[in-house]
């Protein structure tokens, strides 16, 4: 046995299916068979290498031939490097390479090995050339001969392939032999005795009658332990190779096939060798994951079956097909219907009654809440809408338990991503006690998947403009010759410069798609389309509500635990919509909120008593018609619809028109429902009313602008801030301009003297305007005087916003200035006109005795002393200003231009010494300075100190006397200083 298995290790010849019987197959058939290896002596040279021989030597060493007894068919070895791309073909006669090569010393003999290796029934030859290495014998050349016959008995398939085997499985087919001899010839089958416990070949002995067939039958049954007692046989894994010999009497030749399989086991293995489901509710289901392989070479049917009523595997219920080398995760689910432990098995069956099981334990507890509907169903909900649905959390304990014990308390937590609402979401329940939970589903749309269609819009947006700019850049390219050739004559009688090409090194162009800056009208584009392509979509989720013992806070979360949580389902399909709300005033997506989950009309702030409007546009989204309704608007008339509503088409447009209408400072919060039959379009509508507030600069309401020579303009500016929170629009005017008549002057009068040519003396600019919210306005006020006087008006300020109030809020600045016809001007003094009232212990102007001034006086002004007798010092003082307006203005027509530097622009004054014709009063008064210089547009100030002369202080007597004030500046001008002192107690 153990030779024969050495035979087959080098290769024995193997049967071959029958061939064309030719005239001398009779004659080799009964002629015994040679061996394969036949050996070649060659005699060795008498000399050494290289050294010169004689003809008679060489004719010695001349051509060999030599023949090789006949053989049967078949192949001595086949094993081609797996590394070769190409099949490298063998011939039939062929020598071993140890052996073809090598050293022959003097006067030895080597022997070389021929290897016969026949394919074809038929006479083989081969010629093989003999040299030496230093060319000094001549080539001899050594024929060889071989003849093949075929063996008389034969398999009709040579390698039989049973496929995949399972173990400890019956497998059969069918050995046919034919005999090719025209005698009857006796055969048995010999298998290894390894492998006899695992294969058979029934019957074992036969006879095989001239030409005919002989049919066995071949029985595996791969035992467990032939992976172990066989391992010589397996190959490539788990491919088994059985070795069978057919031996045929009266033959020396036996005559070997090859039965093949890929055995493999059918074993099923789980991931745990137990699962433990902790405590499980007895209102709830606990679930355990697991994953089962299969460990064998074919698919295997399985089925978890004669499972305990409280326990189902999912999916498909436990049943399904696992295949080769797969491993399946499966969810093992329990639901405790009653309190305590619970032990069980659940067992796995596979379709050849295989039997694998898997230890299961679990604990029944009671938590501590219950809630009346684990399982909610929605209604089919639109994109935009909203539906509520609710349930009852319970607490079941008994009243008579502590309250330590008996308080329990809940925490309802919803999935991120999820469009549900749950309140209240936290709570803490007394024993007895039902608590209502209401559920709000509104489905929106998600915001990857805008963000997602945005860019991609703005991407597409790009491309076309960069093709746009292709097409245009190619179609420059194609002008005419004629032209291109013009305007190269134009370039070179212009001398153009030659045009210098871009460096290598020069930064590349940046991609525009680099760039892309997403907006918010692009995400709000991006969400109508998203909702005119949506189809449908279902969400069932798992919300869990985590109970614990005792009193949740704000502090720290609930200490609770996963066997006392309970677990609510929830369905939420979401439908398209009919009806979109599109655009508000012709602006797409303006106001529409976050652009995602709400549609929101936001009229802003708007002023109290302001009645705002808003155009909202509604598409149908639709294949068919929709029929509109609205819901009831506020009876207070906060908010409401202009217009009716109207029916559309499919796919139409509608326009609704919305006013909101503030009746107080507050912020308004309203929900309309436009409803169609399968959707409802909620406009969440939001104002407030705010009142204007409106700052003027200078804060007192007061703008004196100054002193400026007549024909000369000067300009000064109030400032107008909006501290309001909308934006404000006013216009100014004048009060002046009310009056067709100028007044005459009196001391209550707003209005003071105009110009002489009936031109306004003030002017303001901008007349009218809107400040935004926050900022300010300057108003340019311009005084243009014609004549000497002293000017004043009121600029009166109007709020616009407000125009269905009947009066609108205004503002009044009053303005004043004065105008001289010289540069210099005294102030401070009281002038005779208008007449004016300047403290009750004085007397009127007009009841004085008024001299009439000489023609070369441009004006007088007086100063009043109020002399007291109870003051100790006698000495009492009032003050005057004269000013210099020299360069406070500008004339017309040098608006804009330099001012000349080299002008003087600084003036004089001098106040002429009383007369000695009023006596002591020369000594009583005291002017300091009596006389000075003034800079352009400043004031120097003079103070008066009058001592009152004892021989003429009497009571309620009047003291009046006068001086002189001359002012050199343009032109030199002269003013009459009149004095009063009155003398009281």
């Not at 071993?96 to 010393?105: E, L, Q, R, T």
């Not at 009196?746 to 901008?766: H, K, M, R, Y």
């Amino acid at each position: 046995e153990e030779k024969e298995e050495e035979e087959e290790d080098r290769g024995n010849e193997v049967a071959t299916p029958p061939r064309t019987e030719d005239p001398e197959f009779k004659k080799h058939c009964s002629e015994p068979t040679a061996d394969l290896m036949s050996t070649v002596t060659f005699a060795g040279s008498e000399t050494l290498p290289g050294t010169p021989t004689s003809e008679k030597k060489e004719e010695e060493v001349g051509e060999e031939s030599r023949e090789i007894s006949d053989v049967s068919l078949g192949r001595a070895t086949t094993a081609p490097a797996a590394e070769e791309e190409e099949e490298v073909v063998v011939p039939d006669i062929s020598l071993d390479a140890k052996s073809s090569k090598g050293f022959i010393a003097p006067f030895s003999t080597v022997q070389v090995e021929v290897l016969y290796d026949p394919r074809t029934v038929a006479q083989h030859v081969n010629s093989f050339l003999v040299t030496v290495a230093d060319n000094s014998i001549d080539p001899v050349t050594v024929t060889v001969k071989a003849n093949t016959i075929d063996l008389p008995i034969y398999v009709q398939e040579q390698t039989m392939y049973l496929k995949y085997c399972m173990v400890d499985r019956l497998y059969q087919d069918s050995v046919v032999l034919h005999n090719r001899a025209t005698s009857a010839l006796r055969i048995k089958f010999e298998i290894p005795k390894a492998l006899k416990d695992h294969v058979d070949v029934l019957p074992q002995n036969g006879v095989v009658q001239a030409n005919s067939s002989f049919s066995a039958q071949l029985k595996f049954i791969p035992l467990s332990s032939i992976f172990e007692n066989c391992k010589k046989y397996f190959s490539d894994g788990q491919l088994l190779k059985i070795p069978v010999r057919v031996k045929v009497a009266d033959q020396t030749r036996s005559v070997p096939f090859t039965v093949s399989a890929h055995v493999t086991g059918t074993d099923v293995s789980f991931s745990a060798k137990e699962l433990d489901f902790g405590c499980c509710s007895i209102y709830e289901s606990a679930r355990v994951k697991f994953s089962m392989t299969n460990h064998c070479l074919l698919p295997q049917l399985f089925g978890f079956v004669s499972l305990p009523d409280f326990v189902t595997i999912q999916p498909n219920d436990g049943f399904g097909t696992l295949l080769p080398g797969e491993t399946l995760n499966l969810e093992a689910v329990v639901h405790a219907k009653v309190l305590g432990d619970h032990t069980f098995n659940i067992t796995c069956t596979t379709e050849i009654d295989r039997h694998f099981s898997l230890r299961c334990k679990a604990t029944g507890v009671i938590p501590h809440l219950e809630v009346s509907h684990p399982l909610i169903r929605f209604a089919p909900t639109a994109l935009g809408d909203v539906r509520q649905a609710s349930f009852y959390i319970s607490n079941n304990a008994r009243d008579g338990q502590k309250t330590d014990q008996g308080r329990k308390s809940f925490h309802i937590v919803v999935p991120e991503g999820i469009d549900l609402i749950v309140s209240p979401s936290v709570g803490t329940l007394n024993p007895g006690q039902r608590l209502r939970v209401q559920l709000t589903f509104g489905p929106t749309l998600k915001p990857e998947d805008i963000e997602n269609e945005a860019m991609e819009a703005a991407k597409n947006k790009i491309l076309e403009e960069i093709e746009r700019k292709k097409r245009e850049d190619e179609e420059a390219d194609k002008l005419p010759e004629s032209v291109a050739t013009n305007k190269k004559s134009k370039a070179k009688k212009g001398g153009s410069k030659p045009i210098t090409p871009k460096s290598p090194h020069d930064a590349p162009s940046p991609n525009p798609l680099d760039s892309i800056v997403i907006t918010e009208e692009n995400r709000i584009a991006a969400m109508v389309k998203l909702k005119t392509n949506f189809q449908q979509r279902f969400d069932k989720i798992l919300v869990p509500c985590f109970t614990a013992v005792g009193e949740c806070s704000h502090d720290s979360p609930i200490d609770y635990r996963m066997c006392d949580t309970i677990y609510l389902q929830v369905h939420l399909p979401a439908v398209k919509p009919e009806l979109i709300l599109l655009s508000q005033n012709d602006a797409f997506g303006v106001g529409c909120g976050d652009g995602i989950s709400r549609s929101v009309v936001d009229f802003g702030n708007v002023c109290i008593g302001q009645t705002k409007k808003l155009g909202l546009t509604l598409k149908s989204i639709t294949d068919n018609a929709v029929k509109l309704s609205c819901s009831p608007f506020p009876h207070d008339g906060t908010f409401q619809k202009v217009n009716a509503t109207r029916n559309l088409e499919p796919h139409g447009l509608h326009q609704m028109l919305l006013e909101f209408t503030p009746k107080r400072v507050a912020k308004y919060y309203e929900t309309v429902e436009v409803r169609t039959e399968r959707s409802t379009l909620h406009l969440h509508l939001h104002g407030s009313g705010v009142e204007p507030c409106l700052v003027v600069t200078p804060e007192s309401g007061v703008l004196d602008i100054g002193h400026v020579m007549v024909g000369e303009v000067l300009m000064s500016n109030f400032t107008l801030t909006n501290k309001s929170e909308i934006d404000l629009q006013y216009s100014n005017s004048l009060l002046s301009e009310k009056f067709s008549v100028v007044q005459g002057l009196s001391a209550d009068s707003e209005v003071g003297n105009s110009n002489a040519s009936g031109i306004l003396p003030f002017q303001c600019s901008p007349h009218s305007g809107t400040i935004k919210q926050g900022q300010s306005q300057e108003i340019c006020v311009r005084f243009t005087p014609d004549q000497q006087d002293s000017y004043r008006d009121v600029v009166i300020v109007k709020l616009l916003n407000q125009y269905s109030i009947p009066q609108p809020q205004e503002t009044r600045i009053a303005v004043s200035a004065h105008a001289w016809t010289g540069s210099m001007y005294p102030v401070g003094g009281k002038t005779p006109n208008p007449s004016l009232t300047l403290h009750t212990l004085v007397p009127q102007l007009d009841s004085l005795n008024l001299e009439s001034e000489p023609e070369e006086m441009v004006g007088s002004f007086y100063i009043f002393f109020v002399c007291s007798m109870s003051v100790e010092k006698q000495v009492f003082t009032e003050t005057m200003q004269i000013g210099n307006c020299r360069g406070a203005g500008t004339k017309p027509e040098l608006i804009g231009s330099k001012v000349d530097k080299g002008v003087k622009l600084s003036g004089d004054f001098v106040f002429d010494p009383l007369k000695a014709d009023f006596g002591p009063l020369v000594k009583a008064l005291v002017v300091n300075p009596q006389k000075g210089t003034v800079d352009a547009g400043a004031q120097a100030t003079v103070s008066f100190q009058f001592t009152p002369p004892k021989e003429l202080v009497e009571l309620g007597a009047r003291i009046t006397f006068n001086t002189l004030l001359t002012l050199k500046g343009e032109t030199n001008e002269q003013f009459r200083v009149n004095f009063v002192a009155e003398i009281v107690e």
